[in-house]
């Protein structure tokens, strides 16, 4: 049921990308096609998704959401290519396929993160009401920024040349790396439906967990990370436990949180 109901969003969400991303023949074509070629390539859309459903069990509309939830996975897909970087990351391929970097050269592919990232607030900005576009660029500013995921990729930088980083450290990294961003995708839903501050809350705690445990079960998946500290059985308890906080948090939604908590079981048992 699960599989089915990720499926019907993912293609939801790929179909309003390839609405919302400038056509490959726009000039200067290039940068159009890398745009095209780095975000409709994929991905599992589970940050668009946590958006969707945030919205939706705070009692909001599909189409009312669908913007800031392709501009969560646009600022993904740059976050993607600019760790693919030779001077990241330095990764060949990205889902199976050539990194953009590969594929368009060094130059291009940083622009086409920027790209990304900007198209990503112009889209934010479609939103009627202008409080809601100022709490949503805000939330997601700051997510994604100095203190939030950056800060996480350079402190992840600083670490690579030791050979394994302490326990806290790996929290300070995954807690802004992964966890968010993942954290402002169910808050931002919530504050496009027009949620309570209670509400909005619980979502942001939901997603801040699930983040975490998404991290511990990558760490599995490429056996580094937390699973090489602590081993894969260690790493899945861990998320395990993380994942059960996280649904803690839906409880003051009742039944009506379901779909929720099936994404949470999705990233504890995923195999990619
Ligand atoms: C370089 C600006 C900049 C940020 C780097 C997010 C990030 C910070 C780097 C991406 C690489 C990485 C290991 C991030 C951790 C989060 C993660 C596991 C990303 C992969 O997400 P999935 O599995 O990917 O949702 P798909 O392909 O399904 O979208």
Request: charged share 30%.
């Amino acid at each position: 049921m699960i599989k089915k109901y990720l499926e019907k969003n993912r293609r939801l969400i790929d179909k309003e990308l390839g609405k919302y991303l400038p056509e490959r023949i726009s000039r200067p074509r290039i940068i159009h096609e890398a745009m095209r070629y780095s975000v409709l390539n994929g991905g599992k859309r589970i940050r668009p998704i946590l958006v969707l459903e945030s919205s939706r069990v705070c009692g909001g509309r599909i189409k009312d959401v669908l913007p800031v939830a392709c501009a969560i996975e646009l600022v993904h897909s740059y976050s993607l290519i600019h760790d693919d970087l030779p001077s990241m990351d330095d990764a060949a391929t990205r889902r199976g396929k050539p990194s953009c970097h590969m594929k368009y050269g060094e130059a291009l592919a940083i622009l086409t993160g920027d790209s990304l990232l900007s198209l990503a607030f112009n889209l934010i900005s479609r939103e009627k009401n202008k409080a809601k576009i100022g709490r949503v660029v805000f939330e997601i500013s700051k997510a994604i920024g100095s203190f939030g995921m950056i800060g996480g990729q350079v402190m992840d930088l600083n670490v690579k040349g030791a050979k394994k980083a302490d326990p806290h450290t790996m929290q300070y990294i995954n807690s802004r790396k992964t966890a968010s961003l993942m954290a402002a995708a169910a808050k931002t839903g919530a504050i496009i439906a027009g949620a309570s501050e209670k509400e909005i809350k619980a979502l942001q705690k939901y997603g801040e967990h699930l983040g975490l445990a998404f991290q511990r079960v990558d760490d599995i998946l490429d056996r580094n990370g937390y699973a090489e500290i602590f081993g894969a059985g260690g790493a899945h308890d861990e998320s395990k436990r993380l994942i059960s906080k996280a649904e803690d948090a839906l409880e003051i939604f009742g039944r009506q949180a379901d779909n929720l908590r099936h994404i949470s079981d999705f990233v504890l048992n995923r195999k990619h």
